[in-house]
């Protein structure tokens, strides 16, 4: 088992200490935007397959690589002026693409998940600058056993991975706290393959062209896509007006008029009915309610539309069959 160690990001030689952890081939969870990331080196076969083993993630699975800057993904990947006109809009930011990889270029083909695409996307904060300092890209699921909770903070990637990576920097809690946007352009329109922060019609409105949405039982072809995924312990139940009792109840805009006495805990995701607050505690209303002594969680209806696609969409995962 791994010593994982714990630095703050504020401390002024932590961009240092992730850098030297990955260029010698080891495990950093690091802060994104988005959540917190479980970062390796994408050019170290022995390091990228670490990610797997560390997540237990099956390998068909594609990972996303994070650059610096467009100059690094264009190494990489080969855009089109769809796709050269949403990087220019989105990044840094939450917006994935998924383009035709270069092949040869140095990324490893673990990274690929035996596909001719590769996902990139360049973030905001710490792990931007990680990824300069190395001067190549790193591999970055989110920091948590495949299938559970996807963490929002440095005590959520312990949480399933404290003895399993090498470094865990604490950053605090993520600002938006869902996983990126996925897109594949494609010259006339972009596919939606994943739902994230950057909504529909913000993709529309920067690229002037349709926005479709992925076929549910197309094969998978980027990241976050298995039926199951941000499972905590227990069964979840959408769309529910009020818990049953020995529920606990994640709640979204006013409490209902009754059976609340019912529930056996209680997580607020926006009394006011904010998508932005709802999507930012998501998460942490998960991760809170992710315990083996924890058996039934309901979850009150979140509106569809906008941001609550995305939440929708995680919410769905998260209650699907395991």
């Not at 917006?95 to 360049?122: E, F, N, S, Y």
């Not at 970055?140 to 404290?162: K, Q």
Request: glycine fraction near 10%; proline fraction near 8%.
């Amino acid at each position: 088992m791994i010593q994982t160690q714990r630095i703050s990001l504020n401390d002024p030689a932590a961009i240092g200490l992730l850098v030297a952890c990955l260029a010698r081939g080891g495990l950093a969870a690091i802060p994104t935007e988005t959540v917190y990331g479980l970062a390796a080196d994408a050019t170290n076969g022995e390091a990228v397959a670490g990610i797997f083993e560390a997540k237990g993630r099956p390998r068909f699975n594609p990972l996303i690589s994070h650059g610096s800057d467009l100059a690094m993904a264009e190494r990489y990947a080969l855009f089109d002026p769809l796709a050269r006109r949403l990087a220019e809009t989105f990044w840094p930011g939450p917006l994935t693409l998924v383009l035709p990889a270069r092949l040869g270029a140095g990324l490893h083909p673990l990274v690929l998940g035996g596909l001719q695409t590769v996902a990139l996307r360049i973030p905001q904060g710490p792990m931007r600058e990680a990824v300069a300092a190395l001067g190549r890209p790193v591999a970055a699921p989110s920091a948590n056993r495949s299938g559970r909770v996807s963490p929002t903070t440095a005590t959520h990637v312990l949480h399933t991975l404290d003895g399993r990576i090498d470094l865990v920097a604490d950053g605090g809690p993520t600002m938006h706290g869902l996983e990126s946007t996925i897109v594949r352009p494609e010259g006339n329109r972009v596919v939606l393959l994943r739902p994230g922060s950057v909504t529909a019609d913000d993709l529309a409105a920067a690229s002037g062209v349709p926005v479709v949405r992925r076929g549910e039982g197309d094969a998978i072809d980027a990241p976050g896509q298995m039926l199951s995924h941000y499972a905590p312990h227990g069964r979840v139940r959408l769309d529910a007006v009020a818990p049953e009792p020995g529920e606990h109840w994640i709640a979204f805009g006013p409490e209902p008029a009754a059976g609340l006495e019912a529930a056996a805990g209680l997580f607020q995701l926006s009394e006011t009915g904010d998508l932005r607050e709802a999507a930012s505690r998501l998460f942490a209303a998960l991760a809170a309610f992710d315990s083996p002594d924890i058996e039934r969680i309901a979850v009150a209806p979140i509106p569809r539309e906008g941001l609550g696609e995305a939440i929708n969409d995680r919410l769905r995962r998260a209650a699907a069959d395991r």
